[in-house]
């Protein structure tokens, strides 16, 4: 993954202390985690309503289409 912080952030971080710079790489790390999982195409909303689509359609599992 590649890192979009700027030089300066960078920097003042490395003053800081190694346990609050572990601690700011969590909270990094934690915030891409969410920001992945909420821009996720996939969400359980989404398949929820393609699953739905699809019932309605005809299409898909065992009932044939038609």
Do not use: K
């Not at 700011?24 to 821009?39: I, N, P, S």
């Amino acid at each position: 993954m590649r890192d979009h912080r700027s030089p300066a952030e960078v920097i003042r971080e490395w003053r800081l202390p190694r346990a609050e710079r572990d601690a700011a790489a969590a909270e990094r790390r934690a915030e891409g985690e969410l920001r992945r999982e909420r821009d996720n195409q996939e969400t359980a909303a989404r398949r929820a309503a393609a699953l739905e689509a699809e019932a309605r359609r005809g299409v898909g599992g065992w009932g044939g289409g038609g």
